[in-house]
């Protein structure tokens, strides 16, 4: 009871929430709760002005995630969810934008974006950050980052998140809460953002 009462005051002082919110999780995060991303999916759905959601989950080793798979996908059945599991896409569903990425690095990305260009030979005189922008896999550019469990932050969208606000919980993904979430955004509209100014 408590517990509603506190969601239902966070939420009415969320006025100004993130457009794009990001999260950062490992394979032990998917592995103690796999349930939890269509959790925080469902919550944010209820937050209004969240245009998009990314979760990255960064491992080396797919073969850790394959159990979670249809928790994953699960996703699909409230919101538009586009799964990258290293060179496979998976897309279905309508609603709120959630992108999940599973053993994709930034710095792989990048690379990638930068033979793009070199491969329609494109003047290194001409680049610009646009030209690089229009390259790149994943167009989430996310106002919020969220890390739970600890300061450990992977260098996925690593050019996207530059100016990013940065939000760590003490409390490991398995016991992430709607208050959590909500706490973090509250947070992030109490931040003057500079973008790098």
């Keep these: 009871m408590i517990h509603r009462l506190y969601e239902y005051l966070l939420m009415r002082e969320i006025t100004t929430p993130p ?3 990001c ?3 490992t394979v032990f995060d998917l592995r103690s709760a796999p349930e939890r991303i269509n959790d925080v ?3 944010a759905e209820a937050v209004p002005g969240i245009g998009m959601l990314t979760f990255h989950i960064d491992t080396d080793d797919l073969s850790c995630v394959t159990p979670f798979i249809e928790d994953l996908k699960a996703v699909s059945e409230h919101a538009r969810l586009e799964l990258h599991l290293k060179d496979e896409v ?8 959630v992108l999940i990425v599973v ?3 930034g710095r792989e990305e990048i690379t990638e974006s930068i033979q793009k260009i070199a491969d329609e030979g494109i003047d290194p005189c001409d680049l610009t950050e646009e030209t690089i922008e229009s390259h ?3 167009r989430s550019s996310p106002d919020l980052i969220i ?10 969208l690593i050019w996207q998140s530059v100016y990013s606000e940065l939000f760590f919980l003490d409390v490991n993904w398995e016991f992430f809460r709607k208050t959590d979430l909500l ?3 509250r947070d992030f509209q109490s931040r003057a953002r500079r973008f790098g100014a």
């Design 147 to 156: 890390k739970t469990g600890g300061s450990y932050l992977t260098d996925f």
């Design 103 to 105: 053993g994709r690095s």
């Design 183 to 185: 706490r973090a955004i």
């Design 23 to 25: 999260f950062m999780l």
């Design 41 to 43: 999916v469902r919550w």
């Design 19 to 21: 457009r794009e919110i």
């Design 136 to 138: 790149l896999t994943f």
């Design 90 to 97: 998976f897309c279905s569903g309508e609603g709120l934008p």
